[in-house]
Nanobody, 131 residues
Framework: QGQLVESGGGLVQAGGSLRLSCAASGRTFSRTTMGWFRQAPGKEREFVAAISWDAGSPYGSTYYRDSVKGRFTIFGDIAKSTVYLKMNSLRPEDTAVYYC????????????????????WGQGTQVTVSS
């Protein structure tokens, strides 16, 4: 089973942008669901965004938590088994360790997903937004 390797975290001022990447090394997908979660100190891990797509369609089904809608964009390159999270207009409350994860293909996403839906996890990347 391959690994999920995240990158792109860092320190940014409020209002700034970051792009996180998650590469699933050692595996290829014809269709899959991948997601991003985050965990702030003293808080539970929470769903951020997810995408389901397959090689036969140029578009993926996405879903976002309310607090990031309009600011974050999840997209992927299935040929590279890589998912990205573009984060704009960052806020101090976005500060957390961000984790990517893969799940068996779910299809059309109609709501937030649980961490229990995902079977493989990356090691996490720290995002810190200063005020």
């Amino acid at each position: 089973q391959g690994q999920l390797v995240e990158s792109g975290g860092g320190l940014v001022q409020a209002g700034g942008s970051l792009r996180l990447s998650c590469a699933a090394s050692g595996r290829t997908f014809s269709r899959t669901t991948m997601g991003w979660f985050r965990q702030a100190p003293g808080k539970e891990r929470e769903f951020v965004a997810a995408i389901s797509w397959d090689a036969g369609s140029p578009y993926g089904s996405t879903y976002y938590r309310d607090s990031v809608k309009g600011r974050f964009t999840i997209f992927g390159d299935i040929a590279k088994s890589t998912v990205y999270l573009k984060m704009n207009s960052l806020r101090p409350e976005d500060t957390a360790v961000y984790y990517c994860a893969t799940a068996p293909f779910i299809g059309v996403l109609r709501g937030a997903l649980s961490s229990n839906d995902f079977t493989s996890w990356g090691q996490g990347t720290q995002v810190t937004v200063s005020s």
